[in-house]
């Protein structure tokens, strides 16, 4: 969308699925990228999908992605409990639906909705959302807009908060990383929602309108994507695939991912910092 042949938007960030260690390998590529003079931050409009929505939250509000280094310690909530661990019988039932060429999308996310639903722990659940909490620090939505997809668990519907839905934006940012299998879906107002991926991957249609957008794809070895025009793709490299794909839950695992991401931010940062410019710096 543009008019009187202007953007509407200059900057869109859009920061992809990608797991725990996803979270992780994007913090670190996120703050290495400022220590190089492109900070993610400045962006106009910020789409965190999954794990891209946690660190969406924190760039959106104006922390610094470098807390993220360590992993933040499990709050006293979950203080007594073991890690939950995927269930994989699960995962491969929810990637068997996803994976059915003769299912319209529609179908496949009610259809997953419905496997998501077979798990609904509101135990497991208070501890996730004390885990996001702890993750974003942050209870209000930024002034800054920040767009954060999820699923309907039942209707199969996908949906996209932002500051004016009325929803808590720990309960938006759980929601939206909530994947079946691995976290329960998460209750907001009366209903459960899913794993904002399950819309549409990065969901970079959410930036349509901007003149220059940065995704930031932790998946994207696995899933590739198309882009669009004005868009500038970063992924993982391979030592980078190696961490993620081995989906390792333990603090030194995230601490590795981390330092993955840090370590690509010189790449990057040659490759975004003349785009990332905002217009009214462009000479």
Do not use: C, K
Request: zero cysteines; glycine letters at 10%; proline letters at 8%.
């Amino acid at each position: 969308m543009e008019t009187d042949g202007m953007h509407e938007l200059d900057r869109a960030l859009v920061l992809g699925p990608g797991g725990r260690l996803g979270s992780a390998w994007t913090a670190g590529l996120a703050a290495g990228l400022r220590s190089f003079g492109v900070d993610l931050g400045e962006a106009d409009l910020v789409v965190g999908t999954s794990a891209g929505a946690i660190v969406g939250a924190v760039l959106a509000t104006g922390q610094d992605p470098s807390r993220l280094a360590t992993l933040p310690a499990r709050p006293s909530v979950d203080a007594s409990s073991t890690p939950r661990h995927p269930d994989p019988a699960v995962t491969g039932a929810v990637f068997a639906v996803l994976g059915d060429p003769g299912l319209e999308r529609a179908d496949a996310r009610r259809r997953v909705g419905r496997i998501a639903l077979e798990s609904v722990d509101e135990e497991v659940e208070n501890r996730m959302l004390a885990q996001r909490a702890a993750l974003i620090a942050a209870e209000s939505w930024p002034r800054r807009p920040l767009l954060i997809p999820a699923v309907d668990a039942e209707s199969g519907e996908p949906i996209v908060w932002d500051a004016a839905a009325g929803v808590p934006l720990v309960r938006a940012v759980a929601a939206s990383s909530a994947f079946p299998g691995v976290e329960p879906p998460v209750a907001v107002d009366g209903r459960r929602y899913l794993d904002g991926a399950l819309r549409d991957g990065t969901n970079i249609d959410l930036a349509a309108g901007a003149r220059i957008v940065a995704v930031i794809d932790p998946l994207a070895h696995r899933h590739p994507r198309p882009t669009t025009d004005g868009a500038h793709l970063v992924a993982p490299d391979a030592a980078a695939m190696l961490l993620l794909d081995a989906e390792q839950g333990t603090p030194e695992a995230w601490m590795a991912a981390y330092r993955a991401g840090e370590a690509q931010a010189s790449t990057a940062a040659e490759e975004l910092r003349v785009h990332w410019r905002p217009a009214t710096a462009r000479g």
